[in-house]
């Protein structure tokens, strides 16, 4: 953002950890993650599926963009409770699907992923709000009628590559606009000793006309993983209501006056 | 038990636009950039951001106390700040943003902190 005088400007390296390398796949700097289609970019969405989700009853989501002024907020009321809030800015998922289905990259901060492996499971927690999702390996899915928010993932081995098939998500994330019915499948490769490729297929049919699918590297890091318990001191949030409400007593008086 | 640890992050990629965890628009003010300069007399070095309170001189000699809102503890620690960096009673120059609720008008971000945060001795 711009200051609107001096040279306040926006936010510095105090704030930021975008990381220092570069996704590189097969020895290319690559610009863009969606490999296919090849022209980088998602497919269409189907008729209606970028307006399932509108209307009063729509709840934020982890990677809704953010609003930058309450008056052109894309859901109405979207200040009015905190509980309208995005997932992200209450603490409870990090924001721009970091953990995934599919694990997105965040220029901001916390970018760091740990994965556990034991026999029967594999566990990727990533630092961003400390979510944590439990692969099992070699096993079924849940019933239908259980639905969690990052999703149920399974797992197994397709010769060196970790494949994670996770399905069961919740309305709440909705990643991009995806339906509760979507299906994530993720690759995980250890090209070098110090590269994963990390690969994802986004499978909805309810929400885009064919499958798409994107990858980048993940480089390992001698970094240590921090806490990220972020609810504790969450002031922006009460901050964030409360100029709502002055944006809306200056819309009232400003009405009044006229 | 195998551990691995990797930083999914590229400074090529994106995805989508950028967002940040908080809705800068809707807490601060973008037309009230101000400039304090005073000293600290307590840090909160809490997520998701740290907040750093610093006592200010008005021009009519009373003082006030301020918060303002810095980058998260994991990102400074990276940087190689940490709590005792800023010990009170640091003076400090802050260049950031008002809330836009101006009747707390406590309360500015401070987009560039850590490079206005130097000692003025």
Known sequence: ??????????????????????????????????????????????????????????????????????????????????????????????????????????????????????????????????????????????????????????????????????????????????????????????VDDKTLLYRFTIDDPATWTKQWTGEYSWPATNEKMYEYACHEGNYALPNILKGARLREKEAAEAKGAK | MRFLTVCAVGLLVALQPASAHHAFGAEFDAARPVLLKGKIVRIEWVNPHTWIHVEITKADGTKEVWMVEGGSPNSLLRRGANKNTFPEGTEVVVDGYQARDHSWARLVPAPRILTNFLPTS
């Open chain 1, 1 to 190: 953002m711009t200051a609107a005088s001096g040279g306040t400007g926006g936010y510095n390296y105090g704030w930021l950890d975008p990381g220092s390398t570069y996704n590189v796949v097969d020895g290319q700097k690559r610009a863009s993650i969606i490999i296919d289609p090849p022209n980088g970019h998602a497919p269409p969405m189907v008729p209606g599926a970028m307006q399932r989700f509108a209307g009063a009853r729509a709840r934020p989501t982890s990677d809704q963009t953010e609003s930058t002024d309450p008056g052109l907020e894309p859901t109405p009321g979207a200040y009015d409770d905190p509980e309208r809030r995005p997932l992200g800015e209450r603490c409870l998922i990090g924001f721009g699907s970091t953990s995934g289905p599919p694990a997105l990259p965040d220029y901001f901060y916390n970018n760091l992923h740990q994965i556990v492996q034991t026999p029967e499971s594999v566990v990727i927690l990533t630092e961003m709000v400390h979510d944590v999702r439990i692969v099992r390996m070699n096993a079924q899915h849940l019933p239908k009628n259980i639905r969690l928010w990052l999703g149920d993932s399974v797992g197994h081995w397709d010769g060196d590559t970790l494949v994670v098939d996770t399905t069961n998500f919740t309305d709440k994330t909705r990643f991009r606009g995806s339906s509760e019915n979507l299906h994530v499948i993720e690759r995980f490769t250890r």
